[in-house]
């Protein structure tokens, strides 16, 4: 069916085929046609432009968009969607003034998690991370990776990758799986770490590429999980099966993570709390894009990612929720924005390229989503009424969507 969209106030996110990501000063331009008209044809945009020049609207599906914005569909590019139990426990022990790290050596944390996964049956892991799906979807994200990683056993891994197979088999989202296997030590494995990598490289990956069940391969590179040597191992093996890393790199220090993942070629470094100098010139040398994940130092209690220093080094920046129990337990990326917007002092127009095109990027997308182009997928925002894209991270705590265009189609 096709679908003819008019009286848009405001076109957002308008770029040339072709324009994979944004970096630098140009994080802050959103460039946009006002009083605009967009065509959707067999689910992709078939063409758009100034109201003056509409295309007859008879016959076919219209949409007024009178007041509102239309915008491409958030992409989050780094998520723990797919888990069996909230950890509101830690939350309030980490209140009382336990540390998330302290939490983690005492058991808790990544394998709190790991424990409920494994004794969840996958019908009922299935229902409850598809009402996550259609929660954040409801919030505006159209496309999404999800990692395992709460597993940490062969047979939880490859029951969690199921599950994310099943949501991108059932539901109208683009979905990129990554392989998290490295998330944490399993207890019986505490004194012996060797032994779980070896059983990660030589085990677990060969049957999850063989089933083709994960996208990417994801380490929690962190003092007190898995260090660089480790991580060059697990990274490289992940390549020899045809997986580039997406890793988790300098949450809680100044792991190396960055310089690990750029020598790997990642294609992207994930969380960040800790960049300095030394980053910040590893990431120049690169094509890895740098993934910020605000709402995991919001909620434990941590400092702000340095947003400003990485765009003002002409770099690129990429916003993701990192939706999981314990350090982020929310996917809102209309959240995220405002976290980015006040607490990382990105522009809106930055914050809204951070999750659009980069996010895009970021799960290598961008070929097709992220953007308003011709013959891109129609994953689009229809906003509720208002006057430019400030409104979004600045009404904050609130849902924008008015309508989700995934493929065209109203969700
Ligand atoms: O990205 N830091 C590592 N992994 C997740 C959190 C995992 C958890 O606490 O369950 C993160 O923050
Ligand atoms: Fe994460």
Partial sequence: MDTLITHIHRLCQIRPAGNEHIAGSAMDDLPEIENAWLLVKGGRIDSFGAMADCPDSAGINTINATGRLVLPAWCDSHTHLVFAAPRDGEFVDRIRGLSYEEIARRGGGILNSAARLNAMDEA??????????YRVARQGTG???IKSGYGLCLQGELKMLRVIRRLKENTPFTIKASFLAAHAYPPEYRQNKTAY?????NEMLPVVAGEGLADYMDVFCEEGFFGVPET??????GWKYGLPPKIHANQLHYSGGVQVGVKHKAISVDHLECVGDAEIESLKMGNTMPVLLPGAAFFLGMHYQPARKIIDAGLPVCLATDYNPGSCPSGNVPLLLSIACTQLKMTPNEAINAVTVNGAAAMELAHELGS????KRANLIITNKMENQSYIPYDYGNCPVHQLLIDGKQI
């Fill in 124 to 133: 009922e892991l299935y229902d409850q991370s598809l009402e996550r799906l």
């Fill in 197 to 201: 990598v070896d059983l990660i490289i």
């Fill in 143 to 145: 496309a999404i990776e």
């Fill in 232 to 237: 060059e191992r697990l990274l490289a093996a």
């Fill in 372 to 375: 308003v182009a011709v013959g």
